[in-house]
């Protein structure tokens, strides 16, 4: 019922049903107080449980992943798009492969991330792990001892990544690589001696063939070796109240590997 349609309604009850039309007037001012008191209510409940358990409360995700997608597309979509799946050109994480370069998915790992951030300027951001430039002279200026690498050597480190991921065959080149992977290049102390990497710390699976920068080419890794990678994320700590961001993480944990959730709505 339109505006107009309603007013001429109520109108009409006015002439009929005089009592009956102070009613519903009293009624629909009261809904938005209602409507007020409802949401309150809905958010407290979402705030006072553990957060990695409301994913086993269907009505109160029913409620909080549709406000968590608005607030996504407001705050997050910039960067990470509107499907959620990143841009690799950039080093944007993809949230709806449940590849997590954080932690394992958890709705509280995720909220962490979005308080907090990645590098960000903030006391409790997550900042343990960045990709030294192994082509500079120091390629991680707070690890004085880390030693540059050839342009022969980081072609062998790749090459090696190629061989665990199965791409490419074992070769000279991938021996080599392993060597200076697990001993002078220091790449275990992140990713692993089995190169699958520390979701602790940030440092990505290496064996799983996907890739936060690029799609995983020859040269794609060569250049993330050789000049390296420390994307930030901002914290939305005291930007956003705790609802919101709770209700954020509690969509992306809500999408991840459920790509149907947000299919047509596009990029």
């Not at 690799?88 to 951030?117: A, C, Q």
């Not at 064996?207 to 920068?213: E, F, P, R, T, V």
Request: with cysteine; hydrophobic share 40%; aromatic share 8%.
């Amino acid at each position: 019922m339109t505006l107009d349609g309603l007013g001429a309604w109520l109108t009409s009850l006015v002439r009929r049903r005089p009592r009956a039309a102070v009613a519903v007037v009293l009624l629909i001012l009261a809904l938005p107080a209602s409507a007020a008191a409802w949401n309150a209510s809905r958010t407290a409940q979402i705030l006072s449980l553990d957060p990695d358990l409301l994913p086993e409360q269907p009505a109160l995700m029913a409620y909080a992943a549709p406000r968590g997608r608005r607030s996504f597309d407001r705050h997050c979509a910039g960067c990470h798009g509107r499907d959620a799946r990143g841009n690799s050109s950039l080093g944007v994480p993809n949230l709806v492969d449940t590849d997590w370069l954080y932690g394992s998915g958890k709705v509280g790992e995720i909220e962490t991330v979005i308080l907090y951030g990645i590098r960000a300027p903030h006391p409790k951001t997550w900042k343990l792990a960045e990709m030294p430039a192994y082509a500079h002279a120091r390629p991680y200026p707070r690890e004085p001892a880390l030693q540059p690498l050839s342009p022969g050597d980081i072609r062998d480190v790749a090459a090696f990544l190629l061989s665990v991921e199965g791409r490419a065959p074992a070769s000279d080149a991938s021996r080599r690589g392993s060597a200076i992977f697990a001993g002078r290049g220091g790449c275990y102390d992140c990713h692993g001696a089995d190169a699958h990497g520390d979701p602790g710390v940030g440092a990505p699976n290496l064996a799983d063939n996907i890739w936060l920068y690029g799609a995983g080419s020859l040269d794609e890794i060569f250049a993330s070796i050789a000049y390296g990678h420390a994307g930030v994320c901002p914290a939305w700590a005291g930007r956003l109240p705790p609802a919101e961001i709770r209700e954020i993480a509690l969509y992306v944990h809500s999408i991840a590997d459920r790509p149907a959730l947000i299919k047509g709505r596009g990029a």
